[in-house]
Each structure stands twice: as C-alpha cells, then as structure tokens.
C-alpha cells in the first residue's frame, strides 16, 4: 500500500500566504504525476496543480499565477506554495499521486491523502 500524508494547512487571512506539503511512503516503485486537488464547499472536487516526473507543471486557472506546485522525486513528496489567498480557495486539499507499486507488473494506481483544511478568513 502507498499513502500519502498532507501537512501545512491552516488559517490564513486574506492575501496571506501557506505551504502545504505531501510525502508519499510505502510500496513506491515509481510515481508519475504528482497532483493538488481542492473541495471547496458546495462544489465538486477539482484540480489545483500538477507535476509530472519528468517536470511538466500545470495549473487550473483560478490559480492564476498565485500558487506554485514543486516536487522533490527522491524523496517523493510534493509541495504547494499559496500565495495571495482568497476566501474563496477555503477548502480541504488533498494530494494526490499516481504510483507503479511494483517493478514486475506496469499498472499504475491513483492514491489519496487525507486531505489537509485550508480557510482564508479574516
């Protein structure tokens, strides 16, 4: 089994800033994309950022240039810089890693943390 342990969420007033962080233990063959996920009250869950092994970031728009995803492959964790938060990006973030467990067999499968409360509130 692979899991996933989030840390660094908070309080923050608004325009402030917070660092999550995320590191996968267990049985890690490999990790390919390593993702941020947010569920916002009353909406569905949604994606933040991502990181692919070989270094591919994306971001979902709402981001805006505010956040920045970072990722360590040796030691498979994967950080989220939130700077100039909003009220509206309260919510519980989770991350999310997509793993090959085994060195035998090439599927790969989807792990989630625990999810870590983020609320901007002043």
């Known amino acids: 089994q692979v899991q996933l342990v989030e840390s660094g969420g908070g309080l923050v007033q608004p325009g402030g800033s917070l660092r999550l962080s995320c590191a996968a233990s267990?049985?890690?063959?490999?990790?390919?994309?390593m993702r941020w996920f947010r569920q916002v009250p009353g909406k569905e869950r949604e994606l933040v950022a991502g990181h692919t092994t070989a270094g591919i970031i994306s971001y979902a728009e709402f981001v805006a240039g505010r956040f920045s995803i970072s990722r360590d492959n040796a030691k498979n964790t994967v950080d989220l810089q939130m700077n100039s938060l909003k009220p509206e990006d309260t919510g519980v973030y989770y991350c999310?890693?997509?793993?090959?467990?085994?060195?035998?067999?090439?599927?790969?499968?989807?792990?989630w943390g625990q999810g870590t409360q983020v609320t901007v509130s002043s």
């Open positions: 999310n890693a997509r793993v090959r467990t085994s060195r035998t067999y090439l599927a790969m499968y989807d792990f």
């Open positions: 267990g049985s890690i063959f490999s990790i390919d994309t």
